[in-house]
């Protein structure tokens, strides 16, 4: 809800509100990237504040802040243990005490807990998103609201007024990278750091993965997905170090180039990370992943990322892992380099040549288990959420991904391949499960197919449907791709029977999975700038005034070439005004005289 005070706006969501200038970036249709991130970060404190001890107070004295730092983490655990025993004031462990006392005591929400999560907002704007961190997620010690620009953090400091949170929000006026290096000594460290730039976020990772602790979680957004879709494979190489393709898989590559950049990232000061979340909506792509110290499973980090192979033709694709991991005696491991290529000098199937993009993460990129807990915790909490809906129905999807069977195909593209007509999508998963393979949707696109399935299955499928709904003759003169495919006859037993397991749970249940557009010229908005205020509206103007600029201007007859109409001067065009040729006589005399030397 947005309402107007002079050229300040005030948005109100969930159960902050915000004051927000022009001068200050805010972006509505980012409002489930907030819901979102909050409901992942009120089971992330459940869990890893389980086995801390209860410390929960208005206000924290430097004293106790200095205590805290000089003391070894065992012993301060230990000496708290004592106090609370001496004090008689019960349970100090979460194991002790039941859920609903957890939730009661110990994640209050909008109430400092000592010893709570120490959050790190880098690029905060309005600071919105920790004015909500403050208020819905419970077990806080504080918040660093940090950001570069001076009125951002002006604002934000009257916003941590207005919403009555000064005791939890700490605005900051500095770098963000700065800020993460700052605090990379083990004592200063953030339980969470949350990165949402305008754009790429690949130039804060080397400090984010540093300045989070050990199980800490690491939440970053990256806006610039048409780098990670394939429009400009080598400035993705530039940036997160992979080259993109532009395949139809290209919302799960982005999100995958992204996990792999992040762990190389981590890799380099013997750090690890383990997904919990992937997510590609809208514009942009979103990851929470843990991140962890050890050099043992650094080492493995090889054999969780891979090179695809695409074929430029039939668009099917090959992983090609950069390394192997064998277990061998006890919990060891022997790593070794790979063998390759998985895929001749052309595809086998269609005979055009392969695309290399990669490396990619090629691991699980969802958490199942906390996926699971996630959702139960909004269903249980639906009304402080705007987007409850989605947000079920988004992770529910998530939670029937094959999480072994990276990137996928669109049913859409193998039927423009072969030039049929289209099978509904009941009726190819069908047809993968009769032959005996397993198939799933994925969040990242509508009319999906994630399987484990190789692409020759694939295409006997296709071509036994092609058996039973032939193509026109036309189509099969050119040298296409589906001409090659189609060439050659299916070696699978294939059949088109339904089956009740094929229609997906949550498409059954008429969840919303693929949300449409959540308003007018929505999308990614400019950065924020200093005017004469009202900026939103005169972008909006502007916008309106663009739109179908270009067929507008081949509307316009004088944008034409002036040629004489040879039909015109015949008698024979009836085009009249419509005729993109010119009937004006003066420009036929003319041209006429200067074709005779005249």
């Not at 992979?242 to 990232?265: N, P, V, Y």
Request: charged share 25%.
């Amino acid at each position: 809800m947005d309402k107007m005070t002079d050229d300040i706006k005030i948005v109100k969501e969930g159960l902050a509100e915000a004051f927000y200038p022009d001068s200050v970036f805010y972006n509505p249709v980012q409002e489930f990237n907030r819901d979102l991130t909050i409901a992942v970060l009120n089971q992330f404190a459940q869990e890893y504040l389980l086995n801390k001890p209860i410390s929960q107070s208005n206000k924290r004295t430097k004293e106790d802040k200095v205590k805290e730092k000089q003391m070894p983490t065992n012993d301060m655990r230990n000496e708290l243990e004592k106090e609370k025993e001496k004090e008689k004031e019960g349970p100090t462990r979460f194991e002790d005490i039941s859920d609903a006392q957890i939730n009661r005591k110990v994640l209050q929400r909008g109430i400092k807990c000592d010893n709570g999560l120490r959050i790190l907002e880098a690029l905060s704007a309005s600071g919105l998103r920790s004015m909500r961190f403050a208020k819905e997620v419970g077990g806080i010690n504080e918040i660093i609201t940090n950001d570069f620009s001076k009125d951002a953090y002006e604002m934000i400091k009257k916003n941590a007024a207005h919403n009555n949170v000064e005791d939890l929000i700490v605005p900051s006026l500095a770098d963000a990278t700065m800020v993460m290096y700052q605090n990379r000594r083990y004592s200063d460290r953030f339980h969470i750091i949350d990165l949402d730039p305008y754009g790429s976020a690949v130039q804060f990772l080397d400090g984010a993965v540093q300045a989070v602790r050990d199980g800490g979680l690491l939440c970053v957004t990256c806006t610039d997905t048409a780098v990670l879709c394939g429009n400009s494979s080598e400035t993705c190489y530039s940036k997160y170090g992979a080259m993109s393709l532009k395949g139809k898989f290209c919302h799960e590559m982005a999100l995958r180039i992204l996990l792999q950049s992040i762990e190389s990232h981590a890799n380099r000061y013997s750090r690890y990370i383990v997904p919990l979340m992937s997510m590609s909506a809208d514009f942009y792509i979103r990851v929470f992943v843990k991140v962890h110290t050890g050099q043992g499973i650094v080492k493995q980090s090889v054999s969780k990322l891979s090179m695809v192979y695409h074929c430029s033709g039939c668009g099917v694709f090959e992983f090609q892992k950069l390394g192997t991991c064998t277990p061998t005696k006890g919990r060891n491991f022997k790593y070794g380099t790979a063998v390759g290529p998985p895929v001749q000098e052309k595809c086998q199937h269609c005979h055009s040549k392969h695309h290399i993009g990669g490396p990619i993460w090629t691991a699980p990129i969802h958490d199942r288990d906390f996926i699971q807990t996630v959702v139960s915790g909004v269903q249980e909490d639906s009304s402080k959420f705007g987007t409850s809906q989605r947000i079920v129905g988004m992770l529910s999807l998530m939670l029937e991904e094959l999480q072994d069977c990276p990137l996928y195909y669109i049913i859409d593209h193998l039927v423009n391949v072969v030039h049929c007509i289209a099978p509904n999508m009941l009726q190819i998963r069908s047809a993968i499960m009769n032959a005996g393979y397993r198939v799933s949707l994925s969040h990242a696109a509508k009319n999906s197919i994630k399987t484990d399935a190789p692409p020759n299955i694939i295409w006997d499928i296709m071509r036994s449907w092609v058996k039973t709904h032939p193509i026109s003759e036309k189509r099969k003169q050119h040298e296409t791709p589906g001409k090659h495919i189609l060439s050659k006859e299916p070696t699978t037993d294939v059949s088109f029977d339904l089956r009740a397991d094929a229609n997906p749970k949550s498409r059954e249940k008429g969840l919303v999975r693929f949300q449409q557009n959540p308003e007018s010229f929505w999308g990614p908005k400019p950065r924020a700038k200093k005017g004469s205020g009202n900026e939103d509206s005169k972008r909006m103007a502007k916008s309106v005034k663009l739109q179908g600029k270009k067929r507008k201007v081949m509307e316009e007859s004088q944008d034409f070439k002036q040629f004489k109409c040879k039909k015109f001067r015949q008698g024979k065009c009836d085009l009249g005004n419509n005729c993109k040729y010119s009937h004006n006589l003066e420009i036929e005399i003319t041209q006429t005289d200067h074709d005779n030397g005249n």
